[in-house]
């Protein structure tokens, strides 16, 4: 058994292969992550000590807030052209507002993930109002998708608005079974700056750190605008696309009609 295979199966995440691509030149997916909450409950660097087992050169591409129909739908278009699947956490409210581009989302085989009702500071608040932030948000995302209320979610993973959870909230989730992702390194897009300077600083970190789960926030214009050029810049330069989901039984997909 390979290093790499050896390390999947100690994190209980297996691997697969991704779809082919028909655009021989487009960066692709690489592989595919199987993540399983009972022996990874917790990834990402910048929250937590531990993170997805990728190899030299792996990234997971991740984005938050959405959807945003203007925006998302750049950020989608991109991602396309190059065959990439990514993971969204998704925002309840505005799933509720707008159901057909989380299905959208979904349909084009991407990951959607959790990211509460209303993006609170979920450290700041009571625990019974941060667990209805988490169940209203889930069965939001769960009804844009799939038309049915429920908090129990076709895909157990979850992002806390800006990194901030208690312990009881993290022990909320591992009970329920609902992987808490972070992230290795982020693009810092929720700070003013040019397309040009957030390419720029997303590159030269993702330079420094090798690998690792990316950061973006698909409602902001900067973020959509450089998507393109930042999976030209992945291409070149020897990185490879990882899509995360969840272990178990495969993931329901949007009604496609």
């Known amino acids: 058994m390979s ?23 487009a960066l692709g997916t690489f592989r595919v992550l199987s993540v399983d909450a009972k022996t990874t409950p917790r990834v990402g660097l910048k929250s937590f000590p531990q993170t997805l087992p990728l190899a030299d050169h792996e990234v997971v591409l991740t984005f938050d807030d959405g959807p945003n129909p203007p925006t998302t739908s750049k950020v989608l278009a991109a991602l396309a052209q190059e065959c990439v699947r990514a993971t969204f956490f998704l925002i309840g409210l505005h799933a509720s507002q707008h159901p057909d581009m989380v299905k959208r989302i979904a349909r084009e085989g991407h990951t959607i993930g959790h990211h509460t009702f209303s993006h609170p500071f979920m450290a700041r608040i009571p625990f019974d109002k941060a667990k209805s932030e988490i169940d209203r948000g889930i069965a939001a995302n769960e ?46 897009d929720w700070n003013e700056m040019t397309p040009e300077q957030e390419l720029k600083l997303v590159t030269e970190r993702l330079a420094a750190a090798g690998k690792g789960i990316v950061l973006f926030h698909d409602p902001k214009a900067r973020t959509a605008a450089i998507m393109p050029a930042f999976l030209r810049y992945l291409r070149e330069n020897g990185f490879r696309v990882v899509h995360v989901v969840p272990a178990g039984p495969p993931q329901k997909n949007a009604d496609a009609r």
């Not at 100690?10 to 691509?21: H, V």
């Not at 591992?174 to 390194?185: E, S």
């Open 143 to 188: 009804t844009a998708l799939h038309g049915t209320s429920t908090t129990t979610p076709s895909t157990p993973f979850f992002r806390f608005p800006y990194f901030e959870g208690t312990q009881a909230e993290l022990d909320l989730l591992q009970a329920r079974g609902i992987v808490v992702f972070g992230a290795d390194l982020w693009a810092s």
């Open 3 to 25: 290093l790499g295979a050896a390390l999947a199966a100690l994190a209980g995440i297996a691997a697969t292969d991704a779809a082919e691509c028909p655009r021989k030149a």
